[in-house]
């Protein structure tokens, strides 16, 4: 795909959704980190169902201490996955404390460093929270940047160093929103729906997935 072509769906996404965001439900940086950790092999929706009364009683990290891993787990036990990420939600909140006064650090390698804290949430936390330029991968944006040619790659690294070179800089702190909103609402897992995708004339798919009336 020519440079022309990958400013243009940049161009008819951010016409559409000019402040993309995330869909977790957050009202600080750690409650953000916290939803993201969560959300790994979970659905937005999910987390949101269990955060919103968890922040209700504990909205830092000393509060979310003092639930415990098994008052966590109580709040977080019907997502994924849900007891690892409890023992890394007690676990992150101790280094938090520990390490960074209690505050999320805008740093990418203390980031990494938490526990269940890996480089696509790190760049989440970093964009969404602290305004950097940064491009998280996930499987919504590895499906579309293959897709569609925006930025092909054989795996998540590869796609995110094709999305850096490909995104132009005025539009690198939305990327990742519209491309996983994309994701999630039109350019499907199981079945693309080109019928009512803005931009398919600019997609690089072929077959394209015709209405499923027509």
């Given at each position: 795909m020519n440079a022309v072509k990958r400013r243009a769906i940049y161009e008819t996404l951010?016409?559409?959704n000019p402040h993309p965001t995330t869909e977790l439900e957050y009202a600080s940086p750690f409650e953000l980190l916290i939803a993201v950790l969560l959300s790994a092999q979970a659905t937005d929706v999910s987390v949101n169902k269990a955060t919103r009364p968890m922040f209700a009683v504990a909205r830092t990290p000393q509060a979310m201490l003092e639930l415990g891993e098994a008052g966590?787990?109580?709040f977080i036990k019907t997502i994924g996955l849900f007891r690892n990420k409890a023992k890394n939600v007690i676990a992150t909140c101790k280094l938090l404390i520990e390490h960074h006064g209690g505050a999320v650090p805008d740093d990418r390698a203390a980031l990494e460093a938490l526990p269940g804290v890996g480089r696509k949430t790190a760049s989440v936390v970093l964009n969404t929270a602290f305004g950097h330029p940064?491009?998280?991968v996930?499987?919504?944006i590895f499906r579309v940047a293959n897709r569609t040619g925006l930025a092909p790659g054989k795996d998540v690294a590869a796609v995110e160093?094709?999305?850096e070179k490909a995104t132009p800089l005025e539009f690198?702190?939305?990327a990742h929103h519209w491309l996983?909103?994309?994701g999630r609402y039109?350019?499907?897992a199981r079945k693309p729906e080109c019928w009512h995708c803005v931009i398919e004339p600019l997609c690089e798919y072929r077959p394209k997935t015709p209405h499923p009336e027509a």
């Open positions: 951010q016409s559409l966590v787990t109580d940064t491009i998280a996930d499987t919504h160093t094709a999305l690198r702190q939305n996983i909103l994309h039109v350019c499907k």
